[in-house]
């Protein structure tokens, strides 16, 4: 047992990631496959997930998923159960992040955002803890971010939507806790994926980290069982001591180091795929089935 929850052998264990074509989700599959699991990742982008797979080769299987869409998600958890055998680990890793003034974001962006960031979440815990209850066992991880933490200008929905993430894992870990299913949320800080495409982050490119940091959290958590978890580690308690900080020297502090970056000018060129699977996020949510719960 682990902090009261049965533990988890990676070798042989059946994981979920989302979003995991590229960035923090394929960094993580990856470093679960070397630990000897049964990965299966899922992205929206069917076909990017499946060459992600091919690159990384064995140990990985590949699925399209809108993770937003509830009979979507449903299909595929039943897949890799069908595929794979039953989930020990699943990580909700999909997210998408819109950067500039809120009052420049579309209705339907912002929409996208709580879907993906926030219901998608949700979508995985009906889904998912049932069956790893049924088992007595089981760990879910929610990447959320620092955001869900801290706020900031050119972030509004998002810094929102991380908050809504993180404060649902932490009701639901109680809610599980006495099932033997664990829940963890992962805050990773500014992590060098596409989502910073575009942002003019000038000094602050070098306080930028790689998708591996946070890979190697995730990873960890299945030996900790953590409610929270930041990446890198340590900042957890800072995150907290900062909503602490007067208004006043929060501002100061920001203008100090420019932190306004994401209010612009972002360069959008630089930013246009990333812009692009937002907006496919989008089309996919207008193509819903009625009835199906976004």
Known sequence: MIGGYPKIRLDGAVVVVTGAA???GLATAKRFAQRGARVAIGDLDGEAAAAAADFVGRGIRAYPVNVAQFDSYQTFLDEVERDLGEIDILVNNAGIMP???FLA???EVTRAVFDVNVAAHMHAARLAAPRMIARGHGHIVNVTSAAGKLHSAGLASYTASKHAATAFSRSLREELRPHGVSVTAVLPSAIKTQLVDGIPLGMLS??????NVVARRVVSTVRTR?????????LTALFTVANLIPERVWLLGRRLVNADRTMGPIDRTARAEYDARIAANIDQLHDSAPGVAT
């Not at 070098?206 to 998708?211: E, I, T």
Request: charged share 10%.
């Open 206 to 211: 070098m306080g930028v980290l790689s998708a």
């Open 105 to 107: 974001e579309s209705a």
């Open 226 to 234: 953590p409610p929270l978890a930041s990446a890198p580690m340590g």
């Open 22 to 24: 590229r960035g923090i």
């Open 99 to 101: 950067i500039g003034p």
